[in-house]
């Protein structure tokens, strides 16, 4: 599985973003879609997970402010990022694996290259 994240970009406190997660050479279908991201001089953390059955998962930080969905037609998971803040600023991938557990990186096999993402205060 080829994963390729797209949608990051710089903008201001309270903006939106989407994030994208385009998957090729295999379908996404059964499979839980993990995004994680990683802010300069931090470890990489969990961010959000949706499972093949769609049900979805959030880090305490993002629960309520960002929304994750997967449209399987598309090979696609997306990431709807809203009332950012600058400590969101970070390089954000998307991870694909069997199980939908954000603390757990291992489950995880196939990973993208990740996209950046600058919130300005």
């Known amino acids: 599985v080829q994963l390729q994240a797209s949608g990051g970009g710089l903008v201001q406190t309270g903006d939106s973003l989407r994030l994208s997660c385009a998957a090729s050479?295999?379908?996404?279908?059964?499979?839980?879609i993990g995004w994680f991201r990683q802010a300069p001089g931090k470890e990489r953390e969990g961010v959000s997970c949706?499972?093949?059955?769609?049900?979805?998962t959030y880090s305490q930080s993002v629960k309520g402010r960002f929304t994750i969905s997967r449209d399987d037609a598309k090979n696609t998971v997306y990431l709807q990022m809203n009332s950012l803040k600058p400590e969101d600023t970070a390089v954000y991938y998307c991870?694909?694996?069997?199980?939908?557990?954000?603390?757990?990186?291992?489950?995880?096999?196939?990973w993208g290259q990740g996209t950046q993402v600058t919130v300005s205060s």
């Open positions: 949706i499972s093949s059955g769609g049900d979805s």
């Open positions: 050479g295999e379908s996404l279908d059964y499979y839980a």
């Open positions: 991870a694909v694996g069997l199980r939908c557990i954000l603390h757990i990186e291992d489950l995880y096999d196939y």
